[in-house]
């Protein structure tokens, strides 16, 4: 069964600071996502993450995986109040269907909630 | 801008009522999915589909049943609702490639 486990689940952090969340799972995988989710909304999808080595960032968000190891770090640089939300990554992984045919499930983390302050 | 679209934001069900969760998607996506999602538990998965009429359990599927009649619809049933369905429920789709996921707006039930 595949677990994927993040930590921090709670980060309070001040302006200006950086941080790192992680994303670690328990098998193989290529893909993997993160995503963010305000108070009583959806998932809003922030990057894709495909090949061992993967690196993508936006903004003050950097993300990278690393399959050899089955992390996933999603770093904050110099965080602002706007970043205040819950992460979550979501690991995909190919099952096989009654058909037979191949098909991915995404499982999820349980979220970072994260809390910038003043 | 390509939408998969929850009908109820939030809906008050009785114990043991049948209750529906509709998802349309506008994406011609091949595969659609239902998630709950609930507080220190973050999203898992109750049904999946990769093809109309087609259909896959996914980490906890007791007490619902899904339906797939049509490509861009799915649909969540909970045969007899109980307030430990009490829930948001969110659905996704993706394409056949399974690249990238859309989420909807989510549904947030109460059962009373």
């Known amino acids: 069964e595949l677990k994927v486990e993040q930590n921090p689940l709670f980060l309070s952090m001040q302006e200006g600071k950086n941080y790192t969340i992680y994303c670690n799972y328990s098998t193989t995988s290529d893909r993997l996502y993160w995503y963010r989710q305000d108070p009583g909304k959806s998932l809003e999808s922030l990057f894709v993450?495909?090949?061992?080595?993967a690196v993508k960032q936006e903004g003050r968000l950097m993300a990278s995986l690393d399959t050899k190891a089955r992390l996933s770090t999603l770093h904050i640089t110099a965080a602002v109040h706007d970043l205040s939300a819950t992460y979550f990554c979501a690991v995909d992984i190919l099952h096989r269907v009654k058909s037979g045919a191949g098909s991915y499930q995404l499982t999820f983390g349980k979220g970072t909630k994260l809390s910038v302050i003043p | 801008d390509v939408k998969v679209t929850q009908s109820s934001r939030y809906l008050v069900k009785r114990t043991g009522e049948k209750v529906f969760l509709e998802c349309v998607q506008d994406m011609d996506h091949e595969n659609m999915f239902w998630y709950r999602q609930d507080p220190g538990l973050g999203l898992r998965l109750i049904y999946f589909s990769y093809d109309v009429k087609m259909k896959e359990k996914g980490d906890i599927p007791e007490g619902y049943s899904v339906s797939r009649e049509k490509k861009e619809r799915f649909s969540l049933i909970l045969e007899s609702a109980s307030t430990n369905q009490t829930s948001m429920y969110l659905c996704?789709?993706?394409?056949?490639?399974?690249?990238?996921?859309?989420f909807g707006s989510g549904t947030r039930l109460t059962v009373v």
């Open positions: 993450l495909l090949s061992n080595g």
């Open positions: 996704a789709s993706s394409d056949r490639d399974f690249f990238g996921y859309t």
